[in-house]
């Protein structure tokens, strides 16, 4: 056994500020502690958890309450539940391989501790608690064999003290507004979305609310603060979501699990690495991976909204594709309506002669959404979807993109996760757009290769604003939306759109490597890469899409950020500044293997915003070097071991 099992039960009712204290479970590290506590000495009453940490010999509460209780059709689980027990403690130990993500070798490894519960009618409800190393994650369950029920509100509600930071993104359906940085008197009260990210007064933890496992035994949630700024209570999607279609309140049959409650803590590096939101997923379903091939495609939307429609624009980003080696192009909306000089037969053909994957744009379609775009209605039931995935697979397609979800409710989660089921078994990858972030599906389905639910440059092409948002908001997003699961912000765009950049040609290089997503599509116009220098060029080239490992080596949300990432034994480092302000960022090498000597490339600003400079060093675990970055500005390097 790797650790020792921390877990220690308290079984006498002592108080402590006037509560009793009823069980706690630690990390097998025994750095983080989660406890459980009655509001009444008793054990009859409502309950709530604390977790704490102990950070360089200080214990600190991360989230001094956390109430938990649900309210079903029939009755509640909330005031009066008394305890009945704590389990045994178990030590989950798991490793698994990701397919795609910041870490190939992943291990779940945690303590848990399965507390039970009764209600004043002797009904049972179990809330399963487990510790890691970087965070907490619970679940509710109803043991009993038979029974339907509608949950009518789940009571999970995290109070954190107003000078607690906090980065958090106000509700939307398709989950793309900026994040807002609040404490104290400029907390909002709304409703927000996951995942929201938390630092504490004394910079001596930082944590990330979400959730993970959502199955189509359950609905998503959100984070809803509107009856007091101090206390985030869990809420359930809006009846108007997806033009009112499908129930905001989920019907569950027992026994059943709730999806986990995923707090991620640690240091800011801890929670940019971690990839518990995993860890905690139903493990893979797909029994045959080897069709499933991270990688990066070339994507004509961004500078030519209806560029699939026109048959020379298609293969011309075919053309950049294999320039590029790349392996995909993605046929955006329209393609059934392609025309100036082929349709989409002959698109195909030529995409496939050039040793290039396609992929295909689809509309979800349906009554929850009013977008008319094309093709729409082929994949909202089995029928439909087995229909189109027999003919995608004899014309070579590698994976689809599916759009405008505009709901987190019951139904549409069902949705999603029939997408991926079939798609799986016609062996054809997915991109989820328009719709909501990570919830753990990855592993479950590594066929889900990236999803988008983020602000990205896309929205060059809408939103005059985001031509002076960007910068900040590229320094939030590793810190927050990535740490959860891929994200497909469609990133590395050096010419402009509808409204133009205020980053320099290094930070938009950087992109690739500080952003991470299964498939990473590219969104500039050929043009766009095919002039650049040919250091930069050639590191487009070579860029993974899916890494061995992930560190974060500097950075603070909204100002800077500097990401290690590792591919087999080539490291490479990308780092943006997001301040109206030059600087020198140092970078440290001691992530690097002992005795190893690595030739250094490092591309960064030049003398201005469209100019790179390049370096060519050896350097090793000892070394430092400074990098002058532009306002706005960033970097990559790439380091190779030397023979």
């Known amino acids: 056994m790797k650790f020792a099992i921390g877990v220690v039960f308290f079984f006498s009712f002592y108080a402590l500020t006037s509560f009793a204290q009823k069980a706690t479970v630690q990390s097998p590290d025994q750095r983080i502690s989660v406890s459980l506590f009655s509001t009444q000495d008793n054990g009859v009453g409502g309950w709530y958890i604390k977790a704490s940490r102990n950070s360089q010999g200080k214990i600190v509460e991360v989230i001094p309450r956390i109430d938990i209780g649900l309210v079903r059709s029939d009755q509640e689980f909330s005031k009066e539940l008394k305890l009945l027990k704590a389990g045994k403690p178990r030590l989950i130990h798991e490793q698994y391989t990701a397919l795609h993500g910041k870490r190939s070798a992943c291990t779940n490894e945690g303590n848990e501790v399965i507390v039970s519960f009764e209600n004043p009618s002797k009904a049972k409800m179990n809330v399963v608690i487990r510790a890691y190393n970087n965070g907490i994650a619970f679940r509710y369950e109803f043991p009993d064999k038979q029974g339907t029920f509608v949950i009518k509100d789940e009571l999970t509600a995290y109070t954190i003290p107003g000078e607690t930071s906090r980065w958090m993104e106000k509700w939307n359906a398709p989950n793309e507004e900026f994040y807002t940085s609040m404490s104290d008197s400029s907390i909002q009260k709304q409703q927000w979305c996951y995942p929201a990210l938390f630092k504490l007064k004394d910079n001596s933890c930082w944590f990330l609310l979400h959730e993970a496992d959502v199955t189509g035994a359950y609905c ?25 279609q499908g129930a905001s309140q989920p019907t569950i049959t027992l026994p059943w699990q709730s999806p986990w409650r995923v707090i991620i803590a640690g240091t800011l590096a801890d929670v940019v690495a971690s990839t518990l939101t995993d860890d905690v997923a139903t493990p893979s379903v797909v029994k045959q991976t080897d069709w499933i091939k991270p990688g990066i495609a070339s994507w004509n939307y961004w500078s030519h909204n209806h560029g699939t429609m026109d048959y020379k624009v298609v293969c011309e980003f075919a053309d950049l594709a294999a320039e590029m080696n790349w392996p995909y192009t993605l046929l955006d909306w329209e393609w059934d309506a392609m025309g100036n000089g082929g349709n989409l037969e002959d698109a195909l053909q030529y995409i496939h002669s050039k040793g290039v994957k396609p992929l295909m744009w689809y509309n979800s379609g349906g009554p929850h959404t009013d977008v008319g775009a094309t093709p729409r209605d082929r994949l909202l039931t089995h029928e439909k979807r087995v229909e189109e995935f027999t003919k995608l697979k004899k014309l070579g397609i590698a994976g689809i993109k599916v759009d405008f979800f505009e709901s987190e409710k019951q139904e549409m989660i069902q949705y999603y996760l029939d997408i991926l089921k079939d798609a799986a078994a016609f062996e054809i990858m ?4 328009g719709c909501l972030v990570p919830r753990g599906w990855t592993r479950t389905y590594p066929n889900l290769m990236t999803q988008e639910a983020v602000r990205g440059a896309e929205w060059y092409n809408y939103d005059p604003n985001a031509t002076l948002a960007m910068p900040v908001h590229n320094a939030i997003l590793p810190f927050t939306r990535n740490v959860v699961g891929p994200m497909d912000y469609t990133p590395v ?15 938009e290089l950087a992109l690739s490597i500080v952003f991470e997503s299964g498939i990473q599509h590219m969104a500039d116009r050929p043009e766009g890469y095919r002039e650049l220098p040919d250091d930069a060029k050639a590191f487009i080239r070579e860029v993974p899409a899916a890494w061995d490992d992930t560190r974060l080596l500097a950075g603070y949300p909204g100002k800077d950020v500097m990401l290690a990432r590792r591919k087999n034994d080539t490291w490479f480092i990308g780092g943006i500044n997001a301040e109206l302000l030059e600087k020198k960022e140092k970078i440290n090498f001691s992530f690097l293997p002992e005795g190893t000597k690595y030739k250094l490339t490092l591309i960064s ?24 970055v532009l306002r ?12």
């Open 220 to 244: 998503g949630t959100k984070l809803s603060n509107t009856n007091d700024a101090s206390i985030y209570k869990l809420t359930f999607p809006d009846q108007r979501d997806g033009k009112g």
């Open 632 to 643: 706005r500005g960033g970097f990559v390097a790439v380091m190779k071991p030397m023979p």
């Open 605 to 628: 600003d030049g003398k201005h915003d469209k100019a790179f400079t390049t370096r060519y060093l050896v350097v090793d675990r000892s070394s430092t070097v400074n990098v002058p």
């Open 493 to 507: 765009t050096f010419t402009n759109s509808q409204f133009p950049h205020t980053t320099s040609y290094g930070h």
């Open 430 to 433: 997915v991109y989820l757009h």
